[in-house]
């Protein structure tokens, strides 16, 4: 989440829940189907478009790669936010992506840390991990696995599940990316704003592709869901993330997220060529 007082630069908490999504797949159309399995979101090309767009709003760059080392706590309650998917000490992803980073790197400068993160899991305490946690975590964010790591968190607890619900649901690029960043933004527990629940919104007043309906129109009734459920957190309150970047793109019909793409969030302006 970006509260849209604080500096551009500085990252925003993204994990608020570690589910993965429940919904089960849904038959559709042989043409949907067809155009879904063409180039879905998990292209690599795609996927690092997805990657540029999320940074994009969330560190006013699209050097995504570049956040490996982030740790910082921003105030919001949720302990410390941090790496390239914003894993927080508060809400059980950080805990799990340095549980999974141990099982295959023992003895790593995060590892002493695990019974701290245990014991502040569900809370924004900092019992355990001050003063050395950052610096150690920036240190562990030289080592490549401790990066391969936060690749395999970020696409098994947000990216994979976002990306097959948008295929069961008949959606191309911008379909799977839209529900991408909801994830990002809202996790899919069981919370009225989580996106599980912005999905059921939408699906009241449109249907997507897999139930018969059209795609453009569908998109627009989830990201008329998205800016309610934005809206609903001060945090939120700004949706150009959803504007005048998603909205663009579906105003253009650019319905595979296909270059050159032209947005902006927060005022700032972003290219793609």
Known sequence: MRNPSTPPARRTVLALFGAALAAPA???SAQAAADVRATGL???AKKEIAMQLVSSAENSSLDWKAQYPYIED???????TAGIIGFCS?????????ELYTDR????VLAKYLPALRRVDGSDSHDGLDPGFPGDWRRAARDSAFRTAQDDERDRVYFDPAVRQGKADGLRVLGQFAYYDAIVMHGDG??????????KRALRSAKP?????????????FLDARVWAMKQEEAHSDTSRVDTAQRVFLRRRNLDLDPPLDW??????????
């Open 26 to 28: 849904l038959p559709y």
């Open 42 to 44: 998990d292209d690599p």
């Open 74 to 80: 921003i105030g919001d309650g949720r302990g410390y």
């Open 90 to 98: 508060g809400t059980g992803d950080m805990l799990d992506l340095v």
């Open 105 to 108: 790197s023992p003895g790593n």
């Open 190 to 199: 069981t919370d009225p704003l989580s996106f599980r629940n912005i999905r």
């Open 209 to 221: 592709p897999a139930q018969g309906g059209d795609e453009v129109t569908y998109l627009d009734a």
């Open 264 to 273: 902006q969030v927060y005022g700032d302006s972003y290219h793609i060529g």
